[in-house]
């Protein structure tokens, strides 16, 4: 008998002001506030041997300069540890047009986020809603643009 098991390749994530919640004080948690226009589509695909992982990032409207562009570690709404330093370093960047786009590997993966450690286990922490990209500029350092990467279709 054939089985249709469903295993996502394609992880996309449509970036919004960043909406990461940080210590505050008095044990308290706070948003930082970030007023931007910024909006970014951003789309990691596996390929099927796990030894690549196709990153396209597309921003538009940022009220920085693009200077960074990361996968994080960690489920929505949670600050989390550097997976990839997609750009600058492993990728580059058409800072024109806004694109980011390229290939990652095994080399690629830094060893900031538990459970981390090749293309295999950022595809298996992006299943788990675990990952998501953060658009930094020169006006937001800790960045501008957040995006949890979900399943999709592809």
């Given at each position: 008998?054939?089985?249709?098991?469903?295993?996502?390749?394609?992880?996309?994530?449509?970036?919004?002001?960043?909406?990461?919640?940080?210590?505050?004080?008095?044990?308290?948690f706070?948003v930082?506030?970030?007023?931007?226009n910024g909006?970014?589509?951003?789309?990691?695909?596996?390929?099927?041997?796990?030894?690549?992982?196709?990153?396209?990032?597309?921003?538009?409207?940022?009220?920085?300069?693009?200077?960074?562009?990361?996968?994080?570690?960690?489920?929505?709404?949670?600050g989390?540890?550097?997976?990839v330093?997609?750009?600058?370093?492993?990728?580059?960047?058409?800072?024109?047009?806004?694109?980011?786009?390229?290939?990652?590997?095994?080399?690629?993966?830094?060893?900031?986020?538990?459970?981390?450690?090749?293309?295999?286990s950022?595809?298996?922490a992006?299943?788990?809603?675990?990952?998501?990209?953060?658009?930094?500029?020169?006006?937001?350092?800790?960045?501008?643009?957040?995006?949890?990467?979900?399943?999709?279709?592809?």
């Amino acid at each position: 008998s054939h089985k249709n098991n469903y295993n996502p390749r394609c992880f996309a994530a449509l970036s919004t002001p960043e909406q990461e919640i940080v210590p505050g004080p008095n044990g308290t948690f706070v948003v930082p506030e970030v007023r931007s226009n910024g909006f970014s589509e951003g789309v990691l695909r596996f390929d099927k041997g796990l030894t690549k992982a196709y990153v396209d990032v597309q921003v538009k409207n940022l009220n920085g300069t693009l200077d960074r562009v990361h996968i994080h570690c960690a489920p929505a709404g949670v600050g989390g540890g550097l997976a990839v330093d997609v750009f600058p370093g492993t990728l580059d960047a058409d800072l024109n047009s806004g694109i980011v786009r390229g290939y990652l590997t095994n080399m690629d993966i830094l060893a900031n986020c538990p459970n981390i450690n090749n293309i295999a286990s950022l595809k298996a922490a992006a299943e788990d809603g675990g990952l998501y990209f953060n658009i930094h500029t020169d006006v937001f350092p800790a960045g501008e643009l957040r995006g949890q990467l979900y399943s999709e279709e592809c």
